[in-house]
């Protein structure tokens, strides 16, 4: 058993479940970047619509992970267990790529979707199968971390950051425009897969199975619900710009949310261990404090990762690798505010995950959303596409720090 990182410790048992995913996630990152060397404005605006159904595929996976991962650390995945939860993360990709061609008819005759190119339905069938492949690399992942497999996760993880990253730099380079993100992520996915399934096979998982303390029907439904409403919020934001905005401002918007949602995304790979920590730990005073804390320590993390965000993205527009202008800025800015307040939510959404209460993430984003889509719908009526990110960030923020509140001193952990 590969126990790196100090996976004896709760402290090393996040760090060598979060690490990875930070290595993994950094690509939607580092590839935008890279594009945008490559791409105009349409043809970033492109990108970025398809770049929204992988992510949305990663988020939408109808529970398949963190079902998973809420049997606790210390115990492996049963056979059965682990095919329902690679066909639910499938199942749950091809559902976001059905919606993406259900929307592009009306989207791909704007100027920011006519950067789909004129296959618009070949090139998001070929996304989606990308997105269900890097769907089914994440349930991987959580299996491996809860057999405690970190060393094995950590070059799992690398492996399926560099190829992504190599696929689209060269496909991007070669001249295949947008087509190079879903050949890039394929690859990077099926090659991440070949390693881990190749790794269980040599050295075998070696604790014991699992039962799991929740039936799958009732936690996919429920984790379906609230992911399907973040889906929502985070990525339809883009399609409803193409319908009010210039390929231009689409493309400043993405570049600036790619980067306010950094330090979000990492810490919430860092502390995604929650989930099964918290199904370990007894007693829910102690889970209570385990949430507490942990909040205390995101805020901590998403403040110097914000800096930092902050001093990449100069660095980036003083070497002429990103393009900066105030609209960017500003975007960056209001989304920066947007994102800390989302991630401080991460420890309570985690710890009810883990306790037998995925119900609970519906309390803030349920209304988080409704207020949004008024916004959205008030942009589209008014055509003026700032109102889309305004109305995104008043929403997010106020019902994200509700929610924070309730985690820590009202909520239940009992389970």
């Known amino acids: 058993m590969d126990r790196a990182l100090g996976a004896g410790t709760p402290r090393g048992r996040l760090l060598g479940t979060g690490l990875p995913l930070v290595l993994s996630s950094a690509t939607l990152v580092v590839v935008p970047v890279v594009a945008r060397q490559y791409l105009d404005d349409a043809g970033y605006a492109g990108w970025a619509l398809l770049l929204t159904v992988v992510t949305a595929a990663g988020l939408f996976d109808l529970g398949a992970a963190y ?45 920011a979707g006519e950067g789909l190119g004129p ?16 769907s089914a690399v994440l349930v991987v992942m959580a299996r491996l ?22 696929g689209c730099w ?40 699992a039962d799991g303390h929740i039936a799958l029907g009732r936690f996919a439904g429920y984790r379906t619900a609230s992911t399907l409403l973040a889906v929502t919020g985070s ?49 829910e005073d102690a889970r209570r404090r ?10 901590v993390v998403l403040a110097v990762l914000t800096l930092g965000d902050v001093l990449l993205v100069v660095g980036l527009a003083l070497a002429g690798a990103l393009p900066l202008d105030a609209t960017t800025v500003g975007l960056l800015a209001l989304a920066i505010v947007w994102s800390g307040a989302n991630g401080l939510t991460a420890p309570t959404t985690f710890a009810s995950i883990g306790t037998g209460h995925p119900q609970r993430e519906l309390y803030y984003a349920a209304p988080a959303l409704a207020c949004t889509l008024l916004g959205w719908g008030v942009a589209v009526g008014l055509r003026q596409p700032w109102l889309v990110p305004l109305s995104t960030g008043v929403s ?16 239940g952990y009992a389970g």
């Open 119 to 134: 296959h618009p339905t070949l090139i998001l069938l070929l996304t989606g199968l990308a997105a269900a492949t890097r």
């Open 67 to 111: 079902t998973v991962q809420s049997l606790g650390f210390g115990r492996r995945a049963t056979p059965r267990q682990y095919v329902l939860a690679l066909a639910l993360a499938t199942g749950g990709a091809l559902s976001v790529t059905g919606l993406a061609l259900l929307a592009a008819p009306w989207v791909s005759t704007t100027a």
């Open 170 to 209: 060269v496909s991007l380079a070669q001249g295949l425009g947008v087509w190079s993100l879903a050949v890039g992520i394929l690859a990077g996915s099926l090659l991440a897969l070949l390693a881990a399934h190749v790794g269980l096979a040599l050295t075998p998982e070696r604790v014991p199975p």
């Open 396 to 411: 997010v923020t106020a019902w994200s720090l509700w929610f924070v509140a309730y985690g820590t001193r009202r909520a």
């Open 235 to 283: 990525q339809a934001d883009r399609w409803v710009l193409a319908l009010v905005a210039s390929p231009a401002f689409l493309a400043d918007y993405d570049l600036a949310l790619r980067f306010a949602q950094l330090p979000l995304g990492v810490a919430a790979a860092l502390f995604a261990g929650l989930t099964s920590e918290a199904a370990s730990t007894r007693g």
């Open 290 to 299: 385990l949430v507490r804390v942990a909040t205390r320590r995101v805020g």
């Open 145 to 166: 971390q809860i057999s405690l497999r970190f060393r094995l996760r950590a070059c799992v993880a690398a492996v399926h950051a560099v190829a992504q990253v190599v």
